[in-house]
């Protein structure tokens, strides 16, 4: 006997990738429904005025580094002071720690997906001005996809985690999967309780948001 379960799939994960500094989008490499691994150049700012930032942040640090070579050889000769080795020491450690944070600013002008998935809406627009926490685009990733559904109170125990299911889905596909989650507590208002059933979508080809009836074989009662 199968314990049939209505249910709607839904994706592993929803993720918005958002700017990590402000600018104005020259390039979106993406499009919805285009798949994209973790890593993968998502959009990309202007880094016209932080490119020119790295560069003075570079030239300070290399008369910083002059400074104090020329120190360092003085105080050798005992031409120069500690105090004054130390000054110039001090100086280019600080023109050192500009130029990674110049460095770092111009590094987030990239966008990369953090996780593989599919692109989604919300997505920014070329030309658009983005903020710091403004969506660049919406990845999905739908490996694995799940099927979560209600199951009643008067059906809960006869079900495990583990236990395998077949699905089928409104868009015509028919796959398997198995149950990975059941809840403790019941809804008060429906008495019944939520299931997940995980199912593997390598390709991708399970869409989210799809309705779907899964058939759960029972294990068969002893006597």
Known sequence: TDLKMR?????????????ETSGRVAERRVAAGDEVAAGDVLCQLDRGAREAQMLKA??????????FEAATKLRERQFESATRVA?????????????AEAQLELDRTTITAPVSG??????TDVGAMLSVGDVCVTIIDVDPITVTGQISERDIGKVHTGMPAH???VTGEEVDGSIRFISRAA???????????????????LRDGVTALASIPLDPVRL
């Open 7 to 19: 249910g709607r799939t839904e994706a592993e994960a929803r993720v918005p990738v958002r700017a």
């Open 167 to 169: 699905v089928s889905l």
């Open 118 to 123: 599919t692109v989604e809406d919300p997505m």
């Open 87 to 99: 000054a110039t020491k001090a100086e280019l450690d600080a023109a050192t720690a500009t130029v």
């Open 187 to 205: 809804d008060p208002d429906t008495r019944t309780f939520t299931v997940e059933i995980e199912v593997p979508n390598a390709d991708n080809t």
């Open 58 to 67: 570079e030239a300070e640090a290399a008369k910083a580094k002059l400074d």
